[in-house]
């Protein structure tokens, strides 16, 4: 069982990011302090707002490891505690469910050889109506199905 909760400022940072994006998918990394074994809060996020376009989200290798060089260095490279979570990106347009893509790419993340990445959340968001943000969040670990997964502390 794994419990994912979000520090408090990261709902109204992707709310605003979400505003200013409109009908743009956008999204990038997400960043997690383990508080226990099995208990992760999301503490900060990367936000690729190029990338995006209506209907897909690509992000740019080189501005996301920038991000996550700089995540590393402010939390004092304390990798054991502080470390990349999963991905997260955004569908304006459409459900939160993940897409096909998106569960070949994250598949992709977590079983390749090639990946030092074994397990990665991803988060889809979509703002409903300006005031709710609609979410889904799913687990991809190497070796096993992909798992929906809620917050513990849910959206607003
Ligand atoms: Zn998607």
New binding site residues.
Partial sequence: MMRIELAPDIEPRLRKALHQAGSR?IGGMLFAEQLAPGRFRIVDFSLDPHSGSYAN?RRDPALHHAALTAFFDKTGRDFSRFNYLGEW?S?PSFPVR??R??MDTMTDLVELGSSEITFALLL?VRLRFWMWMDYSMTAFAKGYAPHRSRLATRFI
Avoid: A, T
């Fill in positions: 998918e989200f990106h569908h993940p897409s893509e998106d889809i």
